[in-house]
Structures are given as C-alpha cells and as structure tokens.
C-alpha cells in the first residue's frame, strides 16, 4: 500500500476529531449533573481520547513512511498549531450553548448530549465503513472504535429523547441546543477532495455517503423527543480544514499548556 498526503490527512482529521471531542467532554468531570453520568462523560472521553491516540500512532508510522519525519502522538497532540488542525467545528464549540450570555457561561448538558448525538450518530456509520478499508492498521483501529461508539450512541440517544420529551424546561433546552448544533453539521458532509481521494484509493469513506441514512436516524430520533429539526441553512463551516471558530485557540492553549511549559518531559 503506497502511502499519500491524503492517507495521513484523513487519517489526522479522525484523530484530531476524536481528541477535541474528549477534551470538550472531560470538561464535565467533576461537574456532571448527576454522579452516574460525571462518570460516564469521563469514561467516553477516555474512549475518544484513546481512539485518537491509536490513530496518532498511525498517522506518524505514515508520516515516516511519507516524509522520513518521527514524530510521537504527543507531537500531533501537543505541539501543533490551531490551524493545522483538522477537527470539525462541531466538537470544538463550549459547551455554554444558546442559552448563556457568553462561552465562558454555564455549561448546558443538553448541548453536550445533543452533540454527542449527533456526532455518534455520524461516527457509527463512518466507523462500519472504515472496517472495510485497504488499511489494514485503520480496519482494526475501526473495529475497536465502533465497539465503543455505538455504546456513546445509545446513551447520548437516550438522554436526547429524555430530555426532549421531559420537562418543559428540558424539552426548551433540548430544541436550543439541536437549533444551535445542527447548521455545524453541514460541514460533515459538504464536499470534499481529501475524502473523495482516499474512497476512490479504498482506504478512507465519504461521510457524505451516510448523510441521508444519519438524517433519517436523526429526524427518528427527534420524532420520539418531540423536537423539531431547524431549517437548513446555507453557511458551512470549515474546521476539518483547518479554519476553526474563535473557541478553538482557547482549548487549545488549555490541552497543550502543561506540555509545551515542559517540553520533552517524561512522567
């Protein structure tokens, strides 16, 4: 299997999703709502935390191959730059949601449910498909993912449909946070070279392949939660090229500050 920027590039776009994603959900710990689901929260932050360890692994054993480079998943972890990730916007936003004044506002747990939603919804799909690929490391990397989100996908699915036809005040935070989330969804699956390159090499997928199968889960869903999908909007975002919103830099300078103060340290 000859080795492509774009076979490292889809491969870093995984990892770095998964990453950002659990250090947004690690946030809750510590703060959960209830005891049982601060420590679900930090059980599926560990989950993503290490699927994006495998997948960094991955990604420097193809970086070395590529370029001659040695690089750790730490490097990719900690030391690069804003831009130079490539996580979709969705995972990066704060958890404060519509309903707070400001980012730094409270968290609202019904944005990190519906989140978690609907990226597991997505990731269940993509994670199947990638237990097909040419890569044989990134099958097997697919295989132990899918494992774990399709757990993530049953509780972020029942907390959506709890809250949703729960209170009135639950049911009122639940529509806020699917309004909210929902527009950043469109970047999975706009158009993109990078994906249609590495489907076309059998090594990676389109997520645009599953978005009518993942919507129709999701409508099912909202159905059952009594909530209404917004309408859809023109604007897509563009962080899985590496152009992030303005919340980006700050969990950034937060996950990478102990390691770039010590650099080359070991524990």
Not at 74 to 86: G, I, K, L, M, V
Not at 204 to 212: I, L, M, Y
Request: net charge negative; hydrophobic share 40%; with cysteine.
């Amino acid at each position: 299997m000859t080795t492509t920027p774009e076979h490292l590039s889809f491969v870093l776009r995984l990892a770095d999703t998964a990453l950002i994603l659990g250090q947004r959900n690690a946030e809750w710990c510590g703060h959960g709502p209830v005891l049982e689901e601060d420590i679900a929260l930090a059980n599926m932050s560990l989950d993503l935390i290490g699927q994006a360890r495998l997948l960094y692994s991955h990604a420097a054993t193809l970086e070395q191959a590529l370029t001659g480079a040695s690089k750790t998943e730490d490097d990719y972890a900690y030391f690069r730059a804003e831009r130079e990730f490539a996580n979709y916007t969705l995972v990066e936003l704060p958890h404060a949601g519509p309903l707070s004044g400001t980012a730094r506002g409270d968290r609202d747990y019904a944005v990190t449910i519906v989140r978690n939603y609907l990226y597991t919804a997505l990731m269940a799909h993509i994670w199947t498909a990638l237990e097909g690929s040419k890569d044989a490391q990134l099958a097997a990397i697919a295989s132990k993912s899918i494992k774990e989100t399709r757990y993530q996908l049953e509780h972020a699915r029942d907390w959506f449909v709890r809250l949703g036809d729960g209170t009135d005040e639950s049911h009122r935070r639940a529509q806020a946070a699917l309004d909210f989330l929902m527009p950043y969804t469109r970047e999975c699956f706009a158009p993109d070279p990078l994906e249609d390159a590495v489907a076309a090499s059998g090594i990676g997928v389109r997520a645009a392949d599953f978005e009518s199968a993942w919507l129709h889960e999701v409508q099912a869903a909202a159905d059952e939660a009594t909530l209404a999908l917004p309408a859809p909007v023109a604007h897509v975002t563009t962080g899985k090229h590496g152009e992030h919103s303005e919340h980006m830099g700050f969990l950034l300078a937060e996950m990478q500050s102990l390691a770039r103060q010590h650099p080359g340290a070991t524990w």
